[in-house]
């Protein structure tokens, strides 16, 4: 199926995060399938939990399939790469995945690297992700998330998110994608941004304009 | 009044208020009195060959402080803790209250315990005498690893150190106890029992006397109205289960007969012996009288008579509410009393009034179906943080389904996310030495926070209808954590993935998928090699290795919470039947629905 990116569409870009560390975040490659299976592997047990519920020891090859062969327009997802560290490893993966059955929905998925979390590179990707979900028809994000995930479930919240019980140990959270030029996109980066620290953003090379309110992101 | 047109949903609830505890108030209170006031007063009985041994309340006290001279003499120190493992018996609450006499702290163990459990609570309890019931208990635990310098001292109750122990206390003046008791007070600490969170080692919730105390006091409020002077309880739940120690404590307080049953096995017999009055039981002693009388009645040729009497009593129970005991109003229900009921009533000894029931949900219907025979139950709702009792349906304000209102001096309260919130002076400080646990399960406001799911109805009782963590409750009221089994489990090379289950059944069992690729690959002997995993599920190979990683798992965990039985599943879970989201998380309640035949197959039902 999709081998290749895309001809049209999002290209990489390098961002700083609240520690200065520089990522380059591109759309993830069916050639990333090695990199998703070592990631899993350094991934902590709890943090595979909080993922994956209750978490298989290692990702089958029918899973990096399946993780890894995007249409990027119902299955997409960027991936975040430590640019300045030996190898370059891919330290995040955000992704969405539309609902067959309610099309203008997606389940959401993001996934940092225990040492990379609390850095707003998880508020970052998830911003980027609602980006290029507007784009392609979607309106709402789906996630299910342990309750014990608190901190995300607070962010989440915050932002206006409706949380509700699902099945025991989980919420099932649903946000509106808002419009880009939408005030509630910027309550819901200042929400993020009290919760994990201020992002600043350095585009260097995107497929994308600079978004207005990126200007307007600043701490209070 | 809420404005015409609108609905308002109720999201707080209180019951009466009540007076601030008295500083004093600790829980040898009652035991001291009964002894000096009615010392012939039978307090408890135990089984001795084919009957059962009163024992007075003046004998109970002075073994009490026998035992607790001993401890005093060993060296312990007020709010040293004291580690007590043993089925429920007379000599485990004669040690709790020596315990308590001596300015000590009890921290139950479930006589199930595992040697790995054993450690974690000796070690982080930091505790200084561990009592024992019988010698291999000991030996569990000294096999486990090395003791700390000497400590624990570990007394064990069937070897003949307690009556050494006794010896020891000898020099051990009067004054010097009733010291140690004068200066308990509501806010000494008197237990920590350790419960499983979601993951991680178990934590120690710390209860005061005054904790303990003040909730056998509104249990008695709510339910004061139903006792009578000469209430006789049986008592076979697990002690280090908090709701077994409150409705243990609430006979203490109001002076019924507590007898204690010697083996599961010999419930039935021992019903009959004891003829209890009020029991406190969880859903699956309920489950398991309602199939054995249907059973019976089934080999005997008469199961549809049963179920039709059955389907009358529920009926009847729903027309008549919460009267007692069955006035007869109707014609059926009057001969159905005589020809069914009648028997299962008989099955709880023939004079049982009330029940409490607690640790899990116990279903409407069954609740309907034994109050239509006679015996109402009574179902309430807390936890061990909360001493546990914060709700509980009683004679006037019975409801079905729910859980009951708040108790006197609680409040009850609905989050925005449907947690339920809780406020009383039945609320435990704390989780023993972690701070940061302790920190996450108060909100800003000081609430407590359940971790269950809730709603409060217009009448202001309270439905329980899910939950924010991720634990099964068993039919027997255990609560167990699937994520760690579950880590072990997937430990093994062979299994993809395992879904414990057990949420309200007799025990906890797994769904194991086996990883294809590592599979093909292996080659034990006996090894059904070149089949796929879908030809292989039953292979006794397969099996038996499954089982090493069932086994390994079940090393963390007391027999309660350990797997019994197991079903490798034909193929791996996926997202087309919906038992993975899209973003492959694993879908429990999916899981359970799309095996459901696998899993009654495993309960065989």
Redesign the interface.
């Given at each position: 199926m999709s081998e290749s990116l895309p001809t049209s569409g999002p290209m990489g870009s390098i961002h700083e995060l609240t520690d200065e560390t520089r990522v380059l975040v591109r759309p993830l490659q069916h050639s990333d399938r090695h990199e998703l299976a070592i990631g899993y592997e350094h991934l902590s047990?709890?943090a595979r939990?909080l993922?994956?519920?209750?978490?298989?020891?290692r990702l089958?090859?029918?899973?990096l399939e399946?993780?890894t062969n995007l249409d990027y327009r119902d299955h997409f997802a960027w991936a975040a790469f430590a640019i300045d560290e030996p190898g370059q490893p891919g330290i995040a993966v955000a992704?969405y995945?539309?609902?067959p059955s309610h099309p203008n929905h997606a389940?959401?998925?993001v996934t940092v690297l225990d040492d990379y979390q609390h850095r707003g590179l998880g508020t970052l990707l998830l911003e980027m992700l609602a980006d290029q979900a507007r784009r392609n028809g979607i309106t709402t994000f789906v996630s299910?998330i342990?309750?014990?995930n608190?901190e995300v479930l607070e962010t989440m919240?915050a932002a206006g998110a409706r949380?509700?019980?699902?099945?025991?140990?989980?919420?099932r959270v649903a946000i509106e994608i808002p419009a880009p030029e939408s005030p509630t996109l910027v309550s819901l980066i200042r929400a993020a941004l009290r919760a994990f620290g201020r992002v600043t953003r350095e585009v260097l090379q995107s497929g994308t304009e600079p978004t207005p309110e990126a200007d307007e992101v600043q701490p209070e | 009044m809420t404005p015409a047109g609108e609905v308002m949903m109720m999201r707080e609830m209180s019951g009466l208020p009540m007076d601030p505890l008295p500083p004093t108030t600790n829980l040898l209170e009652p035991v001291i009195q009964r002894a000096a006031e009615e010392p012939g007063r039978v307090m408890a009985a135990y089984r001795d060959g084919n009957h059962f041994v009163d024992v007075t309340a003046g004998e109970f006290y002075e073994r009490c402080r026998a035992i607790a001279k001993g401890i005093v003499a060993s060296g312990l120190e007020p709010g040293g803790r004291v580690a007590l493992m043993s089925r429920t018996r007379l000599e485990w609450l004669l040690f709790d209250y020596a315990i308590l006499a001596s300015g000590g702290v009890t921290v139950p163990i479930y006589e199930t315990s595992s040697a790995e459990q054993m450690q974690w609570i000796v070690h982080d309890g930091d505790v200084e005498m561990l009592v024992v019931e019988t010698t291999a208990m000991r030996e569990l635990y000294e096999g486990a690893g090395s003791q700390e310098d000497g400590r624990p001292e570990i007394v064990v109750i069937d070897d003949g150190t307690l009556d050494e122990l006794a010896r020891r206390g000898e020099a051990v003046a009067d004054s010097t106890l009733d010291e140690r008791i004068h200066s308990l007070g509501a806010a000494t600490i008197a237990t920590i029992i350790y419960t499983s969170g979601t993951t991680g080692r178990p934590k120690g919730c710390v209860l005061t006397h005054g904790n303990l105390r003040v909730n056998v006091w509104q249990t008695i409020d709510a339910i004061g109205s139903m006792l009578q002077p000469d209430e006789v309880s049986l008592l076979f739940l697990p002690l280090a289960h908090v709701l077994a120690k409150i409705i243990t404590l609430v006979g203490v307080e109001w002076g019924a007969k507590g007898a204690f049953a010697t083996d599961m096995s010999a419930l039935l017999e021992e019903f009959a012996m004891v003829q209890p009055t009020m029991i406190a039981a969880v859903p699956r002693i309920f489950e398991k009288v309602f199939n054995g009388a249907q059973q019976k009645a089934q080999v005997e040729g008469h199961g549809a008579i049963f179920d039709k009497a059955a389907d009358v009593a529920v009926q009847w129970s729903r027309h008549h509410g919460d009267h007692l005991p069955h006035p007869l109003t109707s014609a059926e229900h009057a001969l159905f009393d005589r020809l069914v009921y009648k028997k299962v009533e008989a099955a709880f000894g023939g004079r049982l009034r009330f029940a409490f029931s607690g640790g899990g949900p116990l279903g409407e219907r069954l609740t309907h179906f034994f109050n239509g025979v006679g015996v109402k139950v009574l179902e309430g709702y807390g936890l061990t943080e909360t001493s546990p009792t914060l709700t509980v349906n009683r004679l006037g304000a019975w409801k079905p389904g729910t859980v009951g209102q708040a108790l006197m001096g609680t409040s009850i309260r609905i989050a925005p996310d449907g947690e339920i919130l809780a406020k009383g002076p039945q609320i435990f400080q704390g989780y023993w030495r972690n701070e940061q646990a302790t920190s996450e399960t108060f909100d800003a406001e000081e609430w407590f926070k359940t971790g269950d799911i809730g709603d409060l109805d217009d009448d202001g009782y309270l439905r329980i209808t899910g939950r924010k963590k991720e634990l099964i409750v068993t039919a027997a009221g255990k609560n167990v954590a699937p994520a760690p089994l579950e880590d072990r489990i997937r430990a093994h090379p062979l299994i993809s993935q395992a879904v414990v289950v057990g949420d309200a059944r007799p025990f906890v069992a797994a769904l194991i998928t086996i990883d294809e690729e590592a599979f093909a690959t292996w080659a034990a002997p006996g090894t059904p090699g070149g089949t796929a995993v879908s030809q292989a599920t039953d292979h006794p190979a397969l099996l038996a290795e499954v089982q090493t990683a069932i086994d390994d798992a079940n090393q963390s965990v007391s027999r309660a919470e350990s797997i019994r039985k197991f079903a490798v599943l034909p193929h791996d879970l996926t997202v087309v039947n919906g038992e993975l989201t899209p973003t492959l998380k694993v879908r429990r309640a999916v899981v359970e629905k799309a095996y459901g035949p696998v899993i009654d197959d495993l309960y065989g039902s």
């Open positions: 047990a709890e939990r993922r994956f519920f209750t978490a298989p020891s089958s090859d029918a899973d399946y993780l992704r995945i539309r609902d389940e959401v998925a299910h342990l309750w014990d608190r919240a949380i509700e019980p699902e099945e025991p140990g989980v919420a | -």
